[in-house]
């Protein structure tokens, strides 16, 4: 069975700190990784997507992707309390079309 | 990112009635939508892949007959919860199948069925 694994939290971090948020998955096959930043009573929004080992940096949001451990992770730079929100993982695996499978999410709690 | 409205927002109805919710694409043409559930505290719970101008491809578990999916063009696809009962409450959101296999949400609809 695909999984895709977070730490419910909640994750608090104090305004102006990093913020590290993980995600593990289960299947080796997986080829894109995606964060979605979720707010109370909202719908998902796209942060970032990552395909390749190793870092990408957009703006505070820097994804890490390492196949070899099957992990990726999200570091929130300068966190800010309005970053305070739910954060999926989702990875799309091989053979399976653009199908996302989702974390069940870390909430993210940045306190003033 | 695409641009995905959902209609209603937000739906109450009571039990045994039928529910039709709408997902469309704003800026971009979309040949496959998906339909995602999220109850209370957990994530989204992937219903079915809707394919326009063919039939959807549901999940394992997810009743197909209950949970009707009509994609008649490439800007709209539709929900359509029949015989809606109290346990179907959920926030039920659509999301658009965009480029380098991203996915752009709609803004959800929220439905309590009585």
């Known amino acids: 069975q695909k999984e895709v694994e977070q730490n419910s939290g909640p994750l608090s971090v104090p305004e102006g700190a990093i913020a590290s948020l993980n995600c593990t998955y289960s299947d080796r096959g997986s080829q894109s990784f995606f964060w979605y930043r979720q707010y109370s009573g909202k719908s998902p929004e796209l942060i970032m997507f990552i395909y390749s080992n190793g870092d990408k940096e957009d703006g505070r949001f820097t994804a890490q992707l390492n196949k070899a451990s099957q992990y990726v992770s999200l570091l929130i730079r300068d966190s800010q309390p309005s970053d305070s929100a739910t954060y999926l993982c989702?990875?799309?695996?091989?053979?399976?079309?653009?199908?996302?499978?989702f974390g069940t999410g870390t909430q993210l709690k940045v306190e003033l | 990112g695409a641009v995905v409205s959902q209609h209603p927002s937000w739906v109450i109805c009571k039990s045994g009635t039928s529910v039709k919710i709408e997902c469309r694409s704003l800026?971009?043409?979309?040949?496959?939508m998906f339909w995602y559930r999220q109850f209370p505290k957990q994530s989204l719970m992937l219903m079915a892949t809707?394919?326009?101008?063919?039939?959807?491809?549901?999940e394992q578990g997810v009743e197909k007959d209950k949970f009707l999916i009509n994609h008649a063009s490439l800007t709209l696809s539709t929900l359509t919860v029949t015989s809606a009962h109290p346990e179907d409450s959920s926030f039920y959101i659509c999301s658009e199948d965009g480029s380098q296999e991203t996915q752009y949400f709609g803004p959800g609809t929220r439905l309590l069925v009585l």
């Open positions: 809707s394919n326009e101008g063919s039939k959807a491809t549901y």
């Open positions: 989702a990875v799309n695996s091989a053979g399976g079309g653009n199908k996302l499978t």
């Open positions: 800026d971009f043409q979309a040949t496959t």
